[in-house]
Structure formats: structure tokens, C-alpha cells
């Protein structure tokens, strides 16, 4: 039976990874949150990884506008945290996998990027996340696996959809932007798809290094707003179309943050399904019952 390691268990994605991983009880899955274990302090890590075949790295700095103000802390936990769990994967042997972000790009883009496409962040979490990327695939050039995903949201965590939910409960209306395309993805999604990645790269069949973890097809957050509006029994003109220049934000957003799936079916392993169905899926979890109101 192969062991699990879950970093960052105790976060929104790291607690549907944890859940995912033991539902058919065929996987020994040591899950542990930030109180468990630094990703930065070598010794614990070793400690950690030692005995696991694989190694899913959900812990990190996920404050966007709080990396701009400490780059260094952020850069820390996100750059240097997978440098020491893809040392301490290379000493064992051990397959690593590890989450990154859309943030790596730098949003000017028309077409959904691949996952070979330049990158350029333009923002503190973005540098951070991608030295993390540049350490799992420099270090573990044939056991690292980088999965990049983007706009997630889930139960487990403060999310765009658990907020537009609490403030359709609050205000008659929202205004959201227009003007930012992506791929609205569920945790439970991201965890299905990164488990089934695991599994190939235990049996030789997915070649290391990066892929996009993102559902299929695209909106921008008044898409999203809206359709959780209309999938939660409410009025969806209740949400009101605006631009970014009405929310400015420390840390800049990339404007255009679709990403391509091209790998995932040499992998053998399905590419996500569109966000709509997503979150049609995720609402049931999020909503407690009695909770919408038209």
C-alpha cells in the first residue's frame, strides 16, 4: 500500500485531497496542516517525507495582497517550502507533487496558455510560486510534478463563492468584474485530478513536470458570480457588471488567466469538467439547507 503525505492538510484544497485519498481505504495517508509541520525547516521535512511514496504539497502563503507588503515571508513558504520537500523526495525516492498557481503568467494573453508558455508574475505570490515550481522540476526532474491551478473555491475555506453567497444573503445587489477571464475550479475537482495523477506517476504513466489543473471552459468573476447566484435559486440580475479599476488591489491580477489541459490525456487521466458543472456539483456541499432565498 503506497503512503501519502498531505502538506497543508488543514487548508481548503488539502482538506478535499485528504478526503479523496481515503474514501476506498486502499492508501495509507499521513495528512498534515501547518501546526504539523514547517515545509521550511529541512530536518522536520525529512522526518516527514521519509517512508511516503508520494508527496502533495497544498501548504502555502495564499494571501495575494499580503505578498506584496512581505514578499520575503511569502517567497519563503511558497518558493523555498517546495525546495526543501523535493530535497528531502529526491533523498526517498518519493513522487512530489506540487499545487502552483495561473499567477506565474502574466495575463496578456488570447489563447488558453500551455503549460510550456513563458512565464512573466506580475505580482509577489506569482515570483514566489514559480521558484517553487523552478525547485520541484530543477530537483526532481523525473519524480516532480508541477499542477498549476487557479480561482478555487470549495467548503473547506473562505472562497469568491462562499463570499458572493454571504453577500447575496446581505445586500439586494453585487457588483463584480467583468474585465478578468479564467477557470473557476472545486477543490473536489482539483483533488480528484491530482489523486488520478498520483496514481499515473506510480505506474509510469505521466511523465514529470507541469500541468494545468483548471476546469474546462472560461467566465470572468461576474460569470461566476452570477451563475452562483442563478444555480442557488436566486436572481442572478441581482449581480451587477463593473471593472477593476473600481476594486484596486495591492497586488496586480493578471487579466487573462485561461490555461490549457493539453497533457493530462497522455497521462490517462481526464481533464476537469466545465466550471458550470462544477459548481452546480460544489453548491450542494457550500449551501445548508434553507439557506437561498429567491
Known amino acids: 500500500m503506497t503512503r501519502w503525505l498531505i502538506t497543508g492538510a488543514g487548508g481548503m484544497l488539502g482538506r478535499d485531497l485528504t478526503e479523496v485519498l481515503t474514501q476506498d481505504g486502499t492508501r495509507s495517508v499521513t495528512a498534515t496542516a501547518r501546526k504539523d509541520l514547517d515545509v521550511t525547516d529541512p530536518a522536520a521535512v525529512r522526518a516527514a517525507v521519509a517512508g511516503h511514496g508520494v508527496v502533495v504539497n497544498a501548504a502555502a502563503w495564499t494571501d495575494v495582497d499580503g505578498a506584496e507588503a512581505d514578499e520575503t515571508a511569502a517567497t519563503r513558504v511558497n518558493g523555498e517550502g517546495p525546495r526543501v520537500l523535493a530535497e528531502a523526495c529526491a533523498a526517498e525516492g518519493a513522487v512530489l507533487v506540487q499545487v502552483s498557481t495561473d499567477y506565474v503568467f502574466p495575463g496578456d ?16 505570490y506569482g515570483r514566489g510560486k514559480l521558484a517553487g515550481e523552478r525547485a520541484v522540476t530543477e530537483l526532481l526532474p523525473e519524480l516532480g510534478y508541477v499542477v498549476r491551478t487557479a480561482w478555487l473555491y470549495g467548503a473547506h475555506g473562505r472562497n469568491f463563492v462562499s463570499t458572493m453567497l454571504d453577500l447575496a444573503a446581505r445586500r439586494e445587489t453585487v457588483d463584480v468584474v467583468d474585465d478578468q477571464l479564467g477557470q473557476p475550479t472545486w477543490t473536489v475537482a482539483l483533488a480528484h485530478q491530482i ?100
Open 109 to 124: 494573453g488570447t489563447e488558453p496558455y500551455p503549460h510550456d508558455a513563458p512565464t512573466s508574475p506580475v505580482n509577489a
Open 195 to 294: 489523486v488520478e495523477l498520483g496514481e499515473a506517476a506510480l505506474a509510469g504513466r505521466a511523465r514529470a513536470g507541469v500541468y494545468h489543473g483548471t476546469a474546462s471552459g472560461s467566465g470572468t468573476w461576474f460569470d461566476l458570480a452570477r451563475a452562483t447566484f442563478e444555480l442557488a435559486g436566486l436572481d442572478p440580475e441581482r449581480v451587477r457588471p463593473t471593472t477593476s479599476e473600481k476594486f484596486v488591489r495591492p497586488a496586480a491580477r493578471p487579466a487573462y488567466s485561461v490555461l490549457a489541459h493539453d497533457r493530462w490525456a497522455e497521462a490517462g487521466v481526464a481533464v476537469q469538467p466545465h466550471w458550470r458543472d462544477q459548481l452546480s456539483a460544489a453548491l450542494g456541499t457550500m449551501i445548508p439547507e434553507g439557506r437561498t432565498s429567491a
